[in-house]
């Protein structure tokens, strides 16, 4: 019911304009009278119907619109209400009763004519008490209808409307739906009070309530509040659910007091189904997308907001490790005991002002709250309203009771995150501008939003877990620090390919051979990830433990051969059709800095390349050999003089081939840059790598050793052979 106020003084007569219509449909032609007759609230649809202003109609005689049959006259026919409201002897007679049944009247327009309508009063209890009625009028049409007004009225405009009208008084109790209404909950025209009751049960009172009331108290109308209604079982409307958008209207007197309240409501029941599974749909392609834990919690938090709330974050239990010092280290704070760290944060407001701590910051919170509930009870928690009394969770935590405060929380929700039986965090959802409360199936929404994030973020987790284990073994088998003693002098890199989870089996190193020579060696083991650094670091310890021998390079591969053949023996599982091959590539180069002699032998593995004092870059004839693991044992040394500071060029595959070039290709690439390189070695593999590397993350592992050879006199000292680690 809009209140007078709302109609300017003066207004021009605007016949077909709607007032708190949906999508275009007129307002309903309704109006409140007291129990003396005076006109307490006209709304705009009656204005359309009769074209009288409320300023003209409101706390004068409902009498005065009457018309009788014969014009100008008030006889018998001429009565404005269905029994007269302003007869003292109508009042007593229905003051028993909340409903009326359709009469018809003849009323006057406010250019003269007389029109007749079809009336429905229903009984409002006011805020004091007091009883009025409200009107609901339909123009009915000339000819036919009028010379049969003996016969039942046609249906009025409200019966004919799809929106779906209902009254309440200021208790929220139902007083009058119009038919659509009662067609939607499943009530039979002019149903027993009680069967009215019945159906209204279906309402999430805990989402409606608190809306309905809030427009009670102010008076603002609320447009496109959605609710959900679900059939109480039995009658036509069972197992039924309804999902209403609705517009809530304050009835009230032409002082401002409230009558009850007046909600227009359609049906979008399809619209919001589809909207859900949109929804769910989204979470299936957003949420997930990668493999790291915080990436993934922040996914959730951008996805519901705001389509399902004004502020959303993710909270990671201490069974998600994200770094630094664990949380049950941690002392208590201001707000609490430290219990998840932030790992997502959402907001509709910029800065996320609703949050009291960053992403990656602890997140405080204090004995009895929710959080806790939730994290030890595994349950949802869901507060519609949320209590910010004296009493409350929040007397233990005033800094967060402040901003719920201050930046207008009301409704919450909290859902736990878990996935194969491990709690994983609590994702909370937090309504400030949307005035709706969170429903139950709001809750329903969100646990599926909970379910799959729980198990990107538990997949993320075993991953980060597993790479974290992986990258350890990894770089406790990869020497720390390499030196060339007095043999050479010696530049390297190592990198690692994010492709294969950083995880890989290129190794390289650089051992002290007795007489003062140095080995270097390079290799690559098939595959990448765990299996491959272990493999690696196997290879490695078998390459050390050979070197001490001091065999020559072939000599050297072919015992590191049947090394990898008995690994692969061991990996043997019975019945195994396709038992595991433990492959890969090596280089094994001996330089002795006393006869400028370098040998050279390797297995299936990239030629060396080498770098004159003056810039020329070759690539010494040295046969291919098999791949380590094969069990063929073909190999060849292969000796070459070097001068005084030439470069020696170790690598693995990873930095001349890609999907895209082969390795000649890649080979020349890597000869030019090689032949404009820096003097300082360390600045050498930088620019390499930069020039090889085609793209920000490489394809494959690289490992990169270059070597720039000395020249000193025979030694007397033998020492054992030992890694430059």
């Known amino acids: 019911m809009t209140r007078p106020a709302d109609v300017a003084p003066g207004a021009e007569e605007e016949r077909d304009a709607p007032s708190h219509g949906i999508r275009g449909l007129p307002a309903p032609a309704v109006a409140v009278i007291d129990g003396d007759g005076t006109v307490l609230a006209w709304a705009d649809g009656a204005r359309q119907l009769l074209g009288h202003r409320a300023e003209d109609v409101v706390g004068r005689p409902a009498a005065r619109l009457l018309a009788s049959r014969q014009e100008g006259t008030e006889g018998e026919g001429g009565s404005c209400l269905p029994p007269r409201a302003h007869d003292p002897a109508w009042r007593e007679r229905t003051g028993e009763h909340e409903h009326r049944p359709r009469a018809v009247v003849d009323v006057r327009h406010r250019d003269g004519r007389i029109l007749r309508v079809q009336l429905e009063v229903s009984a409002l209890t006011g805020a004091d008490g007091e009883r009025c009625w409200l009107l609901a009028a339909t123009d009915m ?7 049969k007004a003996g016969e039942p009225a046609v249906r009025a405009l409200l019966d004919r409307s799809p929106l779906l009208v209902a009254v309440w008084d200021t208790r929220l109790r139902c007083v009058w739906l119009n038919q659509a209404s009662r067609r939607t909950v499943g009530l039979p025209p002019g149903g027993r009070p009680e ?9 999430d009172l805990a989402a409606v309530e608190p809306v309905m009331r809030g427009v009670l ?12 209604w679900v059939s109480p079982g039995g009658g036509r409307g069972a197992d039924r659910e309804v999902v209403f958008s609705s517009t809530l209207i304050r009835l009230e007197r032409a002082d401002g007091t409230p009558l009850g309240l007046c909600t227009i409501s359609t049906d979008v029941t399809q619209r919001w189904t589809r909207e859900r599974m949109a929804l769910l749909s989204r979470a299936t392609r957003c949420v997930g997308t990668t493999l790291d834990v915080m990436t993934t919690a922040q996914e959730l938090t951008d996805l519901a907001v705001p389509s399902l709330a004004d502020y959303a974050t993710v909270d990671l239990a201490e069974s998600v490790p994200l770094g630094g010092e664990p949380l049950e280290r941690m002392r208590p704070g201001d707000s609490g005991i430290p219990v998840f760290r932030r790992g997502g944060l959402a907001s509709i407001h910029e800065g996320a002002p609703e949050s009291a701590f960053a992403r990656g910051e602890p997140v405080f919170v204090p004995p009895g709250s929710p959080f806790l509930y939730v994290l030890h009870h595994r349950e949802s928690h869901l ?14 935590d005033p800094k967060r009771a402040r901003i719920i405060r201050e930046t207008g929380m009301h409704s919450v929700m909290m859902v736990p995150l878990m996935a194969r039986g ?5 994702a909370v959802f937090v309504r400030t501008e949307n005035v709706a409360p969170f429903s139950r199936d709001d809750l329903l929404l969100a646990e599926e939003l909970a379910v799959h994030a729980a198990l990107s973020l538990d997949n993320a987790r075993r991953y980060t877990r597993e790479r974290a284990a992986a990258l350890a073994l990894q770089q406790s088998l990869l020497p720390g620090e390499l030196s060339g003693g007095n043999a050479v002098e010696l530049g390297w890199r190592y990198l690692p390919s994010d492709r294969h989870e950083g995880v890989g089996g290129d190794w390289l190193d650089a051992i002290h051979l007795p007489g003062g020579r140095i080995a270097l060696v390079v290799g690559d083991v098939i595959g990448h990830g765990i299996n491959a650094a272990a493999t690696m670091g196997r290879l490695r310890t078998a390459v050390l433990t050979l070197a001490a021998l001091d065999q020559p390079p072939a000599e050297l591969l072919a015992h590191l051969d049947e090394v990898a053949t008995h690994l692969t023996d061991e990996a043997a599982r019975p019945g195994d059709p396709a038992p595991p091959i433990v492959g890969a590539t090596c280089i094994y180069a001996v330089y002795d800095p006393a006869t400028r002699v370098c040998s050279f032998a390797r297995a299936g593995h990239p030629p060396p390349l080498l770098v004159s004092p003056d810039g020329q870059v070759t690539t010494p004839d040295t046969p291919a050999g098999t791949l380590i693991g094969m069990g063929l044992g073909s190999f060849e ?14 690598f693995t595959d990873g930095l001349i081939e890609t999907r895209n070039t082969d390795i000649d290709a890649g080979l020349d690439r890597l000869a030019t840059a090689l032949g404009r390189a820096p003097s300082e070695l360390d600045d050498l593999c930088s620019q390499v790598i930069t020039e090889m590397a085609t793209t920000s993350k490489p394809e494959d592992d690289i490992a990169l050793l270059v070597a720039r050879t000395r020249v000193v006199g025979p030694t007397m000292n033998t020492p054992e052979p030992r890694s430059g680690t």
């Open 383 to 396: 507060e519609p309203v949320m209590d910010t009394a004296s009493g409350s969770w929040l007397a233990g």
């Open 141 to 147: 049409p000339d000819g036919d209808a009028r010379r």
């Open 195 to 203: 069967l009215l009751r019945e159906a209204l049960r279906g309402f």
């Open 217 to 228: 108290a102010s008076g603002e109308p609320v447009t496109g509040h959605e609710a959900r």
């Open 422 to 426: 491990t709690i994983l965090g609590i």
């Open 637 to 650: 040394s292969v000796e070459v003089e070097l001068p005084e500071g030439s470069l020696i060029v170790l």
